[in-house]
């Protein structure tokens, strides 16, 4: 809309990075893990205490102190869903959170 947010368009303010699930595979399994499931995480809400009282909290604050981020987070996390399905169960650029669980692989001796 020709306006840049004043911290990135998903908050990404600290260390995140993003990968497709295809590239997280490739990692995993390279490391030496067998990927046993791939999913989509539902979006991480960010405490919004300190633009309304000054002061963070860890517990989540209330989805109307902070609306516009809830919902779209929402969305994505929707939409995410949706296009999995319209994927044939590929993960594919919506997805907010991916989770992987993994296991090591036992090497043989």
Request: aromatic letters at 14%.
């Amino acid at each position: 809309m020709g306006r840049r947010p004043a911290r990135g368009i998903w908050d990404s303010y600290e260390h995140v990075v993003h990968y497709t699930h295809a590239t997280l595979r490739k990692m995993l399994e390279k490391g030496g893990f067998e990927v046993i499931e791939m999913s989509i995480g539902k979006p991480i809400q960010i405490p919004s205490w300190h633009l309304y009282v000054g002061h963070y909290y860890q517990y989540p604050s209330p989805w109307t102190m902070d609306w516009k981020r809830h919902l779209g987070r929402s969305v994505f996390y929707w939409l995410s869903r949706i296009e999995r399905l319209v994927r044939l169960g590929s993960i594919g650029a919506f997805a907010p959170n991916l989770v992987a669980v993994a296991r090591k692989r036992h090497v043989a001796m």
